[in-house]
């Protein structure tokens, strides 16, 4: 079993940033690979951003070029440091963990963090 903890939300103005964090605890090995998954109000859930074990990354188009996420295997955490936010970016974000591949899809991933909330305003 892994736990995960996502820390790192709040509420920032339209052109900020924010740095997102997972911790992971529990059977943590560096093989897993993480993402990151939002969601809005009345929204289905949608992939962010993922990392492999070896430390390659994938993004969604909408948020290309803006975020950019990263690991850290010793303290196995997982960052996603948003730049240039939009309101558009409001919602919660959820880390995620899977033994498999990296992949986009929920149901790729095993465990889940309980999310943090992220709100941009205008």
């Known amino acids: 079993q892994v736990q995960l903890v996502d820390s790192g939300g709040g509420l920032v103005q339209a052109g900020g940033s924010l740095r997102l964090s997972c911790a992971a605890s529990g059977r943590t090995s560096s093989a897993y690979a993480m993402g990151w998954f939002r969601q809005a109000p009345g929204k289905e859930r949608e992939f962010v951003a993922a990392i492999g074990w070896g430390g390659s990354a994938f993004y969604a188009d909408s948020v290309k070029g803006r975020f950019t996420i990263s690991r850290d295997n010793v303290k196995n955490t997982v960052y996603l440091q948003m730049n240039s936010l939009k309101p558009e970016d409001t919602a919660v974000y959820v880390c995620?963990?899977?033994?498999?591949?990296?992949?986009?899809?929920?149901?790729?991933?095993?465990?889940w963090g309980q999310g943090t909330q992220v709100t941009v305003s205008s």
């Open positions: 995620a963990a899977t033994g498999g591949l990296v992949g986009g899809s929920p149901h790729e991933y095993d465990y």
